[in-house]
């Protein structure tokens, strides 16, 4: 315990910004999805400190349970939008968002 | 500085360098390794934040599940390894812009507020309270049994939508 809970929401907040640049600069959709893990796995790591550093005195697991939570979604987040990406390579032949602009005016 | 510092240290060199380079490695299989890299890192604060069963189902899930499904996904669509593709769209100077200011709002913030932290062991049994909370009606068993819904949805979903026609 003689590590600041701030030094845990600092590196969660780091991940979470570079998950994010990597949303916004990337072409490729899957490397889109990727950024998208990261930041999930930034907010699982809040969850987990805040956890252990305010809530486990009363002897309670609600974080525990919220990132397990997290965790479910972010498994069925991955296999349909890795789905989706397969189907519209089938289709367009290509996964650069930019090149899917049918929804377009 | 004590040695969980150090070990703290470590590990966040570990996973925000494999985040750097899920970002920036313009070849997407290096980058789905290097994501593999930095979910081994988190792995390792959960164990640091004595959430054991957490580090394992984060190296089952994310490295055992979900990134080897990305891997899949990068080989079935691949294409673009050629020189000239480029990794980064017209807007990534002004994403770079926004993420940076991001962080440095949220340190401002962090660095300033003081967090009513207790000093306090877990509770040796956490792993048993966790398992029985998951099932017991006063805990958490609704959203335990719509997680399993919400999967068993996914997993219909995803294989139709990839499914040859």
Known sequence: MNIPLSWYLIVAAALFCIGLYGVLSRRNAIAILMGVELMLNAVNINLLAFWRYVEAVQGTVTGQVFAIIVITVAAAEAAVGLALIIAVYRNRKTVNVEDVDLMKL | ?165
């Open chain 2, 1 to 165: 500085m004590n040695l969980s510092q150090l070990v703290f240290i470590i590990l966040s060199a570990v996973a925000l360098i494999g985040a750097v380079g899920v970002v920036t490695n313009r070849n997407l299989f290096r980058a789905a390794l290097f994501l593999v890299l930095s979910f081994v890192g988190v792995a390792g604060f959960y164990i640091l934040l004595e959430a054991e069963i957490l580090a394992m189902v984060q190296l089952l899930v994310y490295v055992g599940a979900i990134a080897i499904l990305i891997i899949f996904a990068i080989m079935l669509s691949r294409q673009l390894m050629s020189p000239e593709y480029k990794a980064r769209n017209e807007q990534w100077l002004w994403g770079l812009v926004a993420a940076v200011a991001l962080f440095a709002v949220l340190a401002y913030i962090l660095l300033k507020v003081t967090w009513p932290t207790s000093e306090s062991t877990v509770p040796p049994d956490a792993i048993i309270r966790l398992g029985l909370s998951l099932i017991s009606p006063k805990g958490f068993v609704l959203p335990f049994e719509v997680a399993s819904v919400l999967l068993l949805v996914a997993l219909v979903g995803a294989v139709i939508i990839a499914r040859e026609k």
